[in-house]
């Protein structure tokens, strides 16, 4: 980013630290940019706060996660996805926010554009939750000639500057063009203005920032679908994708199912119905099983969370004896 | 146009308590901007959390009002996308010099284009008279009810040594010195910090005898001495009291700057 963005008329500019990173990329998005910020481990708990603000605020911003081993300073820079649900719930009170995963260096780069197109359209911060091992991964790419585009709504004439429109989404008063918005943290009416002892207003608020991004989500969901008749049915995200990868190679048939995540937040629950037989979730993670209790959530067979600490993939093997295991 | 047409009318009345000098100081502001002949276009107001940040909330330019410590980061991210905008940030003693403290220093080093405008009032005056770091030594707080024993900060002193390009301190008393002082910040490229020093009748004045609001303006007139006296004083090898502070323009340089409009 240092090298390319200043050739490209971007901007590039390195921050005293995570939480002033976070602050830039914000005020720079009121300019009318696109934004985004890059960290991991504790760097991405020092934008909490932060980030929180860009929820509330609704201003689009991306920040890239490449997950290490937590918690505190970890291990840099082993693989590990225990940030999943930090990045949904990680600053105070209730909001909604945008994650997905890339299993490969291809969707690294397709998510990336995908990112900030969902972050314009709807005006919320989009995480892109990656691991080590797909952010060290070196992988032939193939790079259109363009991207889809999809640009912010810019406030419409005679609209208040945080009053929704049907989708829920406000147009966006970009600083500079006469707007003269007031962007505040505090409990805000579709003015802009502080109003913080009505609970009425807090309430259609929140409401509305959880509600922007929950009702969308089988708009915004990207996921595949193999082998929906199975029994025992993987679901994985991130780079224990390409283990299953590897188990489906090896045991061909129609015995085992699996889900594929792109998009982890908001969760895509009806991809889980596309599997009428299912018996079993198996959900291979490098956490102590966070998207597997999301899962549960969401149906009424078995979830079995398959942890992986420590930095490493699970291994095809391992994978394959949790299919074994006597029911 | 005068600098009330740069006010959002429909906000008021303010939150601002009764005898608080942060009004004197969004005045003198705004008459400094409106001086500049800026356009309310091309100028937004930046802030964190406190009294002082409030500021941006009564003016009808667009205004980021941001989280607590961190206006300076939030302010250079708008700055750095777009040069052309005027940034003027409103910050406080807690804000700019507690939580803050690291992107005060950094803003002064990188010396971005932009006017902070600090109403030091020595206290945490919005969470209830909390001690601050510049609350001076002896002086009671919430949080230091026995005198504060820490050593305040100088903050025009922490902007010099950082690096900024322009530097001032005046109090709520010195109206049209401090107006002065503002629009000399908008007209240098790089970091200005102009610092005021203003009354907190509520919970700085309260508790710290000054019965009147009146009393605490008459203490920081009384108690602050021109740079140019002070140096005299020095060179006749005279002492300067320790209860008083510097008032003046204290630094004015032309280190390069981030951010300037081409």
């Given at each position: 980013m240092a090298v390319k963005l200043p050739k490209k008329k971007g901007v590039f500019v390195q921050m005293e630290d995570e939480i002033a990173s976070m602050a830039a990329i914000i005020g720079a998005s009121w300019t009318g940019a696109r934004v985004m910020t890059a960290t991991s481990g504790p760097g991405f708990s020092l934008m909490m706060e932060n980030i929180g603000f860009a929820a509330m605020t609704e201003t689009p911003c991306v920040i890239v996660n490449i997950q290490r081993g937590g918690p505190s300073t970890g291990q840099p820079t082993m693989a590990a996805q225990g940030d999943m649900l930090q990045c949904r719930f990680g600053s105070h009170g209730d909001y909604s926010i945008i994650a997905l995963c890339p299993a490969s260096v291809q969707e690294m780069f397709e998510l990336t554009a995908r990112a900030f197109n969902l972050a314009d359209h709807y005006r919320v911060p989009v995480f892109l939750m990656a691991d080590e091992i797909v952010g060290h991964m070196r992988e032939r790419i193939n790079i259109p000639d363009k991207v889809d585009q999809v640009l912010r709504r810019e406030l419409a004439g005679g609209k208040l500057p945080f009053q929704a429109d049907e989708d829920l989404i406000p147009g966006f008063a970009t600083f500079g063009r006469g707007h003269g918005v007031h962007v505040t943290g505090l409990t805000h009416d579709e003015r802009g203005y502080p109003c913080t002892t009505n609970p009425g207003v807090h309430a259609v608020l929140v409401q509305r920032l959880v509600e922007k991004i929950e009702n969308a989500r089988h708009t915004i969901a990207d996921y595949d679908v193999i082998n929906p008749d199975a029994e025992q049915i993987f679901v994985a995200y991130g780079a224990p994708v390409r283990t299953v990868q590897q188990v489906l190679h090896d045991h061909g048939g129609k015995d085992i199912g699996f889900l594929r995540l792109r998009?982890?937040?908001?969760?895509?629950?009806?991809?889980?119905?596309?599997?009428?037989?299912?018996?079993e979730f198996l959900v291979p993670e490098l956490n102590m099983g966070q998207i597997a209790r999301e899962i549960e959530r969401h149906v009424r067979v078995p979830v079995r969370a398959i942890p992986k600490l420590g930095g490493d993939l699970h291994t095809p093997d391992e994978l394959v004896r949790t299919l074994e295991v006597p029911r | 146009m005068s600098f009330e047409d740069w006010f959002r009318k429909d906000r008021l009345p303010h939150i601002y308590c009764a005898g608080c000098g942060n009004g004197t100081v969004i005045n003198c502001t705004l008459a400094a901007v409106e001086e500049m002949g800026w356009k309310k276009e091309e100028t937004a107001f930046v802030s964190g959390i406190g009294c002082s940040s409030r500021a941006p909330g009564y003016i009808v330019t667009d205004s980021l009002h941001t989280t607590h410590g961190r206006a300076l980061a939030f302010a250079t991210g708008v700055k750095l996308a777009n040069p052309s905008l005027n940034i003027v940030v409103f910050t406080g003693d807690g804000d700019l010099a507690a939580i803050g403290g690291n992107h005060f220093i950094h803003a002064c080093r990188r010396n971005i284009d932009m006017t902070v405008v600090c109403m030091n009032n020595q206290i945490y005056g919005m969470t209830g008279g909390q001690g601050s770091p510049?609350?001076?030594?002896?002086c009671l707080s919430t949080t230091t009810p026995y005198g504060c024993a820490e050593p305040p900060f100088d903050l025009c002193e922490l902007a010099i040594a950082a690096g900024a390009n322009y530097v001032a301190r005046w109090t709520s008393y010195h109206v049209k010195e401090l107006e002065r002082a503002v629009k000399a910040g908008l007209e240098m490229q790089g970091f200005s910090f102009i610092e005021a020093m203003v009354q907190?009748?509520?919970y700085f004045g309260r508790r710290n005898k000054f019965k009147e609001v009146t009393d605490q303006v008459e203490y920081l007139k009384t108690h602050a001495i021109l740079r140019a006296k002070r140096d005299r004083m020095l060179e006749k090898g005279e002492r300067m009291p320790e209860d008083m502070f510097i008032i003046g323009e204290l630094a004015r340089r032309n280190r390069p700057a981030m951010g300037v409009k081409l």
């Open positions: 998009t982890v937040w908001p969760f895509p629950e009806n991809a889980l119905k596309v599997f009428p037989s299912a018996r | 510049t609350t001076p030594i002896g907190c009748p509520t």
